[in-house]
Every structure is written in C-alpha cells, then in structure tokens.
C-alpha cells in the first residue's frame, strides 16, 4: 500500500527535492545548511524503507517500484542543482557526469531485464558506492559557506565533498561495468522468450532491493 510506512518514507524522498532546491536557490549561508540537513535526512530514509519493509515483510510492487525512482531524482536533482549553481566547476564535474551516465546504465539494464523476469541484485561494493555517493553530495551541498556558518571554517569541506565524490566515480565505473556485462550475458541468451532465472549478483554481498 502506498500509505505503508516504507512508501511514505520513499515518498519522502521525492518530496525533499523542490525544498532541496529552494535552499540551494537562496544562496545564503544557512541555506545551504538546510539543503545538507534535507538532502542527508532523504538519504538516511533511503536505507530504513528497506529495513523496515524487511522486518515487517510489507514488501510491495509499488515499493520496489518507487524505491530507484525516487533515489535517481534525489541523485540526479542535487547534481544538477550543485552544477547549476556553479557549485561544480572545473575537474569535479566530470565524476559527477560519470554518476549520472551511470544511473541512466542501470535504469536502462533494469527496464530490459524486467522484461525478461530477471532480476539486478545489489553487490556490496555497489553499497558503498552509495555510501560516498551520499555522503560526497551531502558535504558538498553545506560546502564552505555552510561549515562558516556552523563555525567550522577550519574544515575544507568543499574539498572533502569533492574527493569522496571522486572515489564514488571511481566505484560507479566498476559496478557500473559489472552491472553492464551481467546484462549484455542476459542479452547474449535472449531468444525472445521470457526466463525467470535470476541473474547472479555481479559482486559479493547478498541481494537487496536498488542497484
């Protein structure tokens, strides 16, 4: 149901990125302190939907439906919000550019391979690149005038932000490339037909509901 704790939480997500952008539209201090703030409260729903559909076993289509989309418009809004607002300028737009190439990959790959009744599990390395992926946009969202006015000017912020989203570049280009040959294996055996075989996790680490 879409009114299910998990959904909602989902659903907040989606909800978090006209106000995401409104506080990076402002262009102030303390704005860009609230489009942290949002952006990582978004994020941290990301990993309690699925825990808590688990624990409840409320797992639904409209879920697992809902839970990439709304992660890959959280993704895609505040890169392009943060490069919009010069934010992302000279060398660290291009990792940027790498991780939003790879979120439409995999979209691609999950679209074809649901037609074929064939799953795209998660690999461990492809959680943590959501783990820099997150963190990177978060930090880079507060950025220096954020941490000046948390008095936290020591703090290169920027910086930090922009490293972590290079490591999280350097991870998408291996899951990416793991994601991809999965499929085009998947591609190579399609006769037209449809197979329920699941496809194998491209990575260790169990399954878990987004790549």
Same mark, same amino acid.
């Given at each position: 149901?879409?009114?299910?704790?998990?959904?909602?939480?989902?659903?907040?997500?989606?909800?978090?990125?006209?106000?995401?952008?409104?506080?990076?539209?402002?262009?102030?201090?303390?704005?860009?302190?609230?489009?942290?703030?949002?952006?990582?409260?978004?994020?941290?729903?990301?990993?309690?939907?699925?825990?808590?559909?688990?624990?409840?076993?409320?797992?639904?289509?409209?879920?697992? &439906? @809902?839970?990439?989309? *709304?992660?890959?418009? /959280? %993704?895609?809004?505040?890169?392009?919000? +943060? $490069? #919009?607002?010069?934010r992302?300028?000279?060398?660290?737009?291009?990792?940027?550019?790498?991780?939003?190439?790879?979120?439409?990959?995999?979209?691609?790959?999950?679209?074809?391979?649901?037609?074929?009744?064939?799953?795209?599990?998660?690999?461990?390395?492809?959680?943590?690149?959501?783990?820099?992926?997150m963190?990177?946009?978060?930090?880079?969202?507060?950025?220096d005038?954020?941490?000046?006015?948390?008095?936290?000017?020591?703090?290169?912020?920027?910086l930090?932000?922009?490293? &972590? @989203?290079?490591?999280? *570049?350097?991870?998408? /280009? %291996?899951?990416?490339?793991?994601?991809? +040959? $999965? #499929?085009?294996?998947?591609?190579?055996?399609?006769?037209?037909?449809?197979?329920?075989?699941?496809?194998?996790?491209?990575?260790?680490?169990?399954?878990a509901?987004?790549?």
């Amino acid at each position: 149901m879409p009114t299910d704790l998990p959904n909602l939480l989902t659903l907040s997500r989606i909800a978090a990125i006209p106000l995401l952008v409104a506080l990076v539209a402002l262009r102030a201090p303390w704005g860009d302190v609230g489009a942290c703030i949002v952006f990582s409260a978004a994020a941290i729903t990301d990993y309690y939907d699925g825990k808590i559909a688990r624990q409840r076993q409320i797992v639904s289509g409209f879920g697992r &439906m @809902l839970d990439p989309i *709304a992660d890959k418009l /959280l %993704v895609g809004a505040a890169l392009m919000v +943060l $490069a #919009g607002h010069d934010r992302l300028t000279g060398w660290t737009l291009y990792p940027a550019i790498v991780i939003l190439l790879r979120e439409i990959l995999v979209s691609g790959l999950r679209e074809y391979l649901a037609s074929l009744s064939i799953g795209l599990p998660v690999s461990r390395l492809a959680k943590w690149k959501t783990g820099f992926q997150m963190g990177a946009l978060g930090t880079l969202l507060a950025g220096d005038t954020g941490a000046a006015a948390l008095h936290l000017s020591f703090l290169p912020v920027s910086l930090i932000g922009e490293a &972590m @989203l290079w490591v999280a *570049a350097g991870l998408t /280009l %291996v899951t990416g490339r793991d994601y991809l +040959l $999965a #499929g085009l294996r998947h591609a190579g055996t399609d006769t037209g037909g449809k197979t329920s075989t699941p496809a194998p996790t491209p990575g260790p680490g169990g399954p878990a509901v987004r790549p």
